[in-house]
């Protein structure tokens, strides 16, 4: 933008890339259906409010865990009938275009109005969830020998919820959970690495419908009793304000520096993943406002773009909530949530300090301009305009991390704090206005104080309705989604197959561990193209996470679960940015009105710093402040501060040395010999036991070592390219 004139047009354009990233949020995550009639709009607001009510009860007053989470499923199904058409208005199926030809009539959006045979199939769908609960007692005394009416139900239910994934989640889940139950029944006919007896059909039924190992299993228990309290915190944090705050703190701090929007992108998206499970939700918040500054500062659209794509999808590297995924990984593994939140910390906090260093290379290598100073709000008014916004979040984290409590208790604990601030928030705005007004003299006639605070109250309450809305609308497809994968996690179970594919990937990799981490890494980014990171985690973790430590150990080496279980969950996580169908690329790339398949490979090259930590805390378990493995398997972990600090900052460095490898510049313009260099030194920082070991040095004196190298070598740069000034050869744009 080179003109005041211009920015009314590009704020147009903005506006426009911001509906239409919306509307691919709203298509991958809430649903994009919405009704004209009035009384299908009331019965979708009135099932997401009951959601929400539900589950706030059932917090607050727990109940049967098979019976809550038949009621959770029934919900979700219900809703993605409801909130998801059938197939999407742009690309019609080619029996609804023969039906079209036939019918000369106009045509309705299926987004505009609910069919009936939607409204029929959620009907049925929820009913079948219900049946678990309807007859629990019977199916409890009956356990293992179904009748006939339950095999029935557990048919309609699978079918029915493979539908319903498919409209939510696209078709790479139903095909796969399609896939796992084909295989239940062909077992007998399979390769005989695979082979097994093969499984009738009620007891598949009653494996995956009436017993806790299937649908109703892990992941959809986690999903009923965590996620969807943190996911309702984070739609009401955000119909609060905290959402837009987060990037004004971040704009009025950072937006003065070279590549500043580049920066406070960065930062408001950490901030807003320490709230928000969700990859492409983020996206849409913060990029349509960061995107649009980045560009006008000197960034090409797909760089713009992209740097929003890889600060968003790694909101979900965050603790305490990760997508969600802290939660099942503490079930899965059996160890306490705030251990997966202690494991998860440095390589989060490293590879977000890592993506502002990549920013700030980008910024020297582009040349680019800061925002000027009357453009930026004024940093301490906007911080404390919305200090209180923090509050919710100190009630979380004092509750999880200081005091321990259950996450479900400090959960609702920091719902409720939450919803006394949007009570209060608004009517101490209309009371200290009122008060400014009279003081000035400006208040209008009918103007009264009782009347702007009955206003705000209103408000307030709206503000409350609507969260509850929209927090039940983002567990729609997450609700779906664990469902599904518990239909795989079922099949897992019931048939053994972790032992066979030990075996398969064993052979694949021919005994090599790396090998056998990088088949891992490129089976997630693979199926996490079509599936949603949480599904994504569930399935690797089921199938791969178990081989890793099993081959690992065949192999000498002890690998921590903990370890294995976040090294697929962060390559399930890069799917999000790895074309061709990375979603958070798409709803960037609608924002920037830049190509998507461009600013995926563009976001994924900035990534690259987060694809190498899971390989370094698999082999180096210290980056996950892990000691070492006791007996049991128990995770011996590292108390010592000045040890923690030194793994730190040596790994934040190695990180810095990888980055300024991979962009080709540090404090100058970098050469093959250089970036080598670079990359040799990024390897001793992290495994030092290389050169450690063969000549019987300490590893710290290797990593000091390093470290010294690593600064000569930004010294020399420094001093060639003389001292801050810009490097010859540099271009103000690409």
């Not at 582009?366 to 009357?374: F, G």
Request: charge should be positive; glycine fraction near 8%.
């Amino acid at each position: 933008m080179t003109g005041t004139e211009d920015r009314p047009r590009d704020r147009a354009q903005a506006e426009a890339g911001g509906a239409a990233a919306a509307e691919i949020a709203a298509q991958a995550e809430s649903g994009p259906r919405h009704p004209d009639r009035p009384i299908a709009r009331l019965a979708i607001t009135l099932l997401c409010l009951g959601w929400s009510g539900y589950q706030l009860y059932i917090a607050f007053q727990p109940i049967n865990a098979t019976v809550a989470r038949a009621w959770h499923l029934a919900f979700a199904v219900l809703l993605v009938y409801l909130a998801y058409p059938a197939f999407n208005e742009a690309k019609p199926p080619f029996w609804v275009k023969a039906w079209r030809r036939l019918r000369p009539a106009p045509a309705r959006s299926n987004r505009r109005y609910i069919p009936i045979p939607d409204a029929v199939l959620g009907v049925i769908g929820c009913v079948a969830a219900l049946y678990i609960w309807w007859d629990y007692e019977g199916i409890v005394m009956r356990q293992g020998l179904p009748s006939t009416l339950d095999v029935w139900a557990g048919v309609v239910m699978i079918v029915v919820l493979l539908e319903a994934a498919r409209r939510a989640l696209g078709l790479a889940l139903p095909i796969l959970a399609l896939i796992f139950l084909g295989y239940s029944f062909v077992g007998p006919y399979m390769p005989d690495i695979l082979r097994h007896r093969g499984i009738p059909l009620e007891y598949v039924i009653n494996d995956q419908y009436l017993s806790t190992t299937g649908i109703l299993g892990v992941p959809l228990g986690v999903s009923t009793d965590f996620v969807f309290l943190f996911v309702l915190f984070g739609a009401l944090l955000d119909r609060a304000g905290a959402g837009r705050y987060f990037v004004d703190v971040a704009f009025a701090g950072l937006g003065w520096m070279r590549g500043g929007p580049a920066k406070a992108a960065v930062v408001a998206s950490g901030l807003t993943g320490l709230v928000s499970g969700s990859s492409i939700a983020n996206t849409v918040t913060t990029g349509t406002f960061t995107i649009p500054l980045m560009k006008r500062v000197g960034l090409p659209a797909h760089k713009a773009a992209a740097i929003e794509v890889a600060a968003s999808t790694n909101g979900q590297l965050m603790p305490p909530i990760m997508g969600a995924a802290a939660f099942i990984m503490a079930e899965i593994i059996g160890i306490p949530y705030l251990d997966v939140v202690r494991a998860a910390l440095f390589p989060a906090l490293i590879s977000y300090m890592a993506l502002f260093y990549v920013v700030h290379l980008e910024a020297r290598k582009l040349d680019l301009k800061p925002l000027k100073r009357h453009e930026l709000p004024a940093l301490l008014p906007t911080l404390l305009r919305g200090l209180h916004y923090l509050l919710p979040v100190v009630v979380l984290l004092v509750y999880l991390v200081v005091l321990r409590r259950f996450a479900i208790a400090s959960a609702l604990l920091a719902i409720e704090a939450l919803a006394v601030l949007m009570l209060v928030q608004r009517p101490i705005i209309a009371y200290l206005a009122y008060g400014r007004h009279r003081a000035s003299g400006a208040l209008e006639p009918g103007d009264s104080l009782a009347g702007a605070l009955r206003v705000s109250v209103m408000l307030s309450l709206r503000d409350i309705w609507e969260g509850l809305i929209a927090g039940a609308r983002n567990m729609i497809a997450v609700g779906a989604a664990t469902a599904t994968a518990g239909i795989i996690v079922g099949v897992v179970t019931s048939t053994g197959l972790v032992g066979r594919f030990v075996t398969l990937i064993e052979r694949a990799s021919m005994g090599s561990v790396s090998l056998m981490l990088v088949l891992t890494a490129i089976t997630s980014l693979i199926l996490g193209m079509g599936l949603p990171t949480t599904a994504n985690y569930i399935v690797m973790a089921t199938l791969t996470a178990p081989v890793i430590v099993a081959l690992g150990s065949d192999a000498g080496l002890v690998f921590p679960l903990i370890a294995a279980h976040l090294f697929v969950f962060y390559f399930g996580i890069l799917a999000d940015d790895t074309p061709p169908v990375g979603l958070a690329a798409y709803a960037a790339a609608a924002i920037g009105r830049t190509d998507p398949i461009r600013t995926g490979i563009q976001g994924f090259t900035y990534d690259l710093r987060t694809a190498i930590l899971p390989f370094v805390f698999i082999f180096n378990a210290e980056l996950l402040m892990i000691g070492g493995v006791g007996e049991g398997g128990a995770i011996v972990w590292i108390d010592d501060p000045l040890r923690l600090i030194w793994i730190f900052l040596v790994s934040l460095i190695a990180m810095f040395a990888f980055a300024a490898a991979i962009q080709g510049f540090f404090a100058a313009r970098c050469g093959i010999i250089e970036r080598l260099i670079l990359l040799a030194l990024c390897v001793l920082l992290f495994r030092p036991a290389v050169v450690a070991e063969p000549l019987a040095l300490a590893r710290e004196v290797v990593q000091a070592l390093a470290l010294a190298a690593v600064a000569v070598l930004y010294g020399v740069q420094r001093l060639r390219s003389g001292g801050w000034r810009r490097p010859r050869g540099v271009t103000s744009r690409r």
